[in-house]
């Protein structure tokens, strides 16, 4: 049985959950918008996005990061190799898995697609302060972090 602190707990992560989803829902809105400008997709401008550090990345670490299939990450993938975004590197740890990496191209999409977002996201976050913004971001990391057993990625 649950003690009224964990029940109060379980109850606003389920409340964040439905937050999480929803912004997810409104930002995969907005960002339409700016894909369709550059010809991508959003699916691929969020692949990409994953690639952004500058670090290769396989196909299953880019589905576990953006938390879907495999085989959607695979397809989204060739399409963006195939349109010069990305680019295929070599995996030492995994011969027949080569890793993903952005491309002068995919980068320079990417940049183009974050300057035509930043006015309006810029306004929507208007009279959010960053701390708070940055705060929710440590609590999600916090949460992702937990969920998977206290592994980090």
């Given amino acids: ?16 959950m439905a937050n999480v989803y929803e912004l997810a829902a409104v930002s995969r809105r907005e960002s339409e918008v700016f894909a369709r400008q550059q010809s991508v997709t959003v699916t691929q401008w969020h692949t990409m996005s994953v690639l952004s550090d500058g670090h290769a990345a396989s196909v299953p670490r880019i589905a576990a990061r953006l938390g879907v299939t495999r085989q959607a990450v695979q397809r989204v993938a060739d399409q963006l190799v195939n349109g010069g975004h990305v680019e295929h590197v070599s995996n030492p740890r995994h011969e027949t898995s080569p890793l993903l990496r952005l491309t002068p191209a995919g980068e320079d999409v990417l940049t183009t697609l974050w300057e035509l977002s930043d006015v309006p996201r810029a306004a929507m ?14 609590t999600l ?5 937990g969920l998977k057993g206290g592994e980090s990625r």
């Fill in 1 to 16: 049985m649950l003690s009224n602190t964990e029940r109060a707990k379980v109850s606003a992560y389920r409340l964040l």
């Fill in 141 to 145: 990391q916090a949460l992702i972090i």
């Fill in 125 to 138: 976050l208007a009279g959010i302060d960053a701390e708070k913004i940055s705060e929710a971001a440590g």
